[in-house]
């Protein structure tokens, strides 16, 4: 089945020790994108990956960082983890931008704990 | 940005009860998705309906995208069903404007 896998499922980091966050889809989608779910929340848009095309949100500390070196993968690097950084990270897909073809896919998400 | 709001915030279900969620939102919208994060977090497409009623099983949906709202029913809720349940809403841009969820729980 087509599918958004993330690797590893859960993540334990010490406060300040660099950390990467994986994501691979199965769906040949334009389009990946990166959120972040503190407890009791909704989910929070990081970036996306428009093809090659990285769009940062605004509000997105520069202590987060991503890589997408070919259209299955995507990675979340986080530099610098603060205690603060501890959440849910989530990955979505969707097959474009546009009106039609926007609807998103998510992964299973990496909880992530900085101790 | 667009304006997504959930009522009730919490439920609370005997199994087999009938329920209806709500989603209100501020602009006229080209997508609305349904999820359910299960218990391990992962968020599960229920609804892709920017317009129109669907069903999936014991769910459905109705997006009156005229009246900027849409409707989850959910009928002999089980268990499993216990939740969060997550509209999100895009307007002119690429973004997914979530709600603040319905928590839903299922007792036996």
């Known amino acids: 089945d087509a599918m958004v896998i993330q690797n590893p499922r859960y993540q334990v980091t010490q406060f300040g020790k660099p950390v990467t966050l994986s994501c691979s889809q199965t769906?040949?989608?334009?389009?990946m994108y990166w959120y972040q779910q503190k407890s009791s929340q909704a989910p929070k848009l990081l970036f996306h990956?428009?093809?090659?095309?990285?769009?940062n949100e605004a509000d997105t500390p520069d202590n987060f960082q991503s890589r997408r070196p070919n259209t299955s993968f995507c990675f979340l690097d986080i530099r610098s983890p603060g205690l603060g950084d501890a959440a849910m990270y989530l990955c979505?897909?969707?097959?474009?931008?546009?009106?039609?073809?926007?609807?998103?896919?998510f992964g299973p998400g990496t909880r992530l704990t900085v101790l | 940005g667009i304006q997504v709001e959930q009522s009730p915030p919490d439920l609370i279900l005997q199994e087999g009860a009938n329920s209806t969620l709500r989603c209100n939102f501020s602009?006229?919208?080209?997508?609305l998705q349904w999820f359910h994060q299960n218990p391990w977090g992962q968020l599960i497409n229920l609804f892709y309906?920017?317009?129109g009623t669907k069903q999936n099983g014991r769910l459905s949906a109705t997006t009156v995208a005229t009246e900027r709202y849409s409707l989850l029913y959910i009928s002999s809720s089980q268990t499993t069903d216990s939740g969060v349940y997550f509209c999100?809403?895009?307007?002119?841009?690429?973004?997914?404007?979530f709600g603040a969820g319905t928590t839903v729980t299922v007792r036996a």
């Open positions: 979505a897909t969707s097959r474009d931008r546009d009106r039609v073809f926007n609807e998103q896919f």
């Open positions: 999100a809403v895009r307007s002119n841009d690429y973004k997914l404007s």
């Open positions: 769906l040949n989608h334009n389009v």
């Open positions: 309906i920017p317009s």
């Open positions: 602009d006229s919208v080209n997508n």
């Open positions: 990956y428009y093809d090659k095309d990285f769009n």
